[in-house]
């Protein structure tokens, strides 16, 4: 079985950090492009970043040059790194997973159960 399972979601200023990882088990990992999608209430969910399995990142306009993505493949996690937060960066932030390459959060087949991320301003 599936698990995908995020962390470090919190309440943070406004120029800020966060954290938040990822921890993956139940799949072959390093088969899968792994990436990060957030919705805020009453927004469609959008993406934020995804990296492959080579480590080929990619971003959202609306995160790049603040944000980081980064994976281990032998432990089976990832992360992302969110610097200068912004009040519009507050949603439920979810890790999934797909095989094969896609922004799309449609076309990802694995979800976890979300962290929520609140940036005060």
């Known amino acids: 079985q599936v698990q995908l399972v995020e962390s470090g979601g919190g309440l943070v200023q406004a120029g800020g950090s966060l954290r938040l990882s990822c921890a993956a088990s139940?799949?072959?990992?390093?088969?899968?492009?792994m990436g990060w999608f957030r919705q805020a209430p009453g927004k469609e969910r959008e993406f934020v970043g995804a990296?492959?399995?080579?480590?080929?990142?990619y971003y959202a306009d609306s995160v790049k040059g603040r944000s980081t993505i980064s994976r281990d493949n032998a432990k089976n996690t990832m992360s992302l790194q969110m610097n200068n937060l912004k009040p519009e960066d507050t949603a439920d932030y979810y890790c999934?997973?797909?095989?094969?390459?896609?922004?799309?959060?449609?076309?990802?087949?694995?979800w976890g159960q979300g962290t929520q991320v609140t940036v005060s301003s």
């Open positions: 990296i492959a399995w080579s480590g080929n990142t």
């Open positions: 999934a997973a797909v095989r094969g390459y896609s922004t799309g959060w449609s076309n990802y087949d694995y």
């Open positions: 139940g799949l072959t990992f390093g088969s899968y492009m």
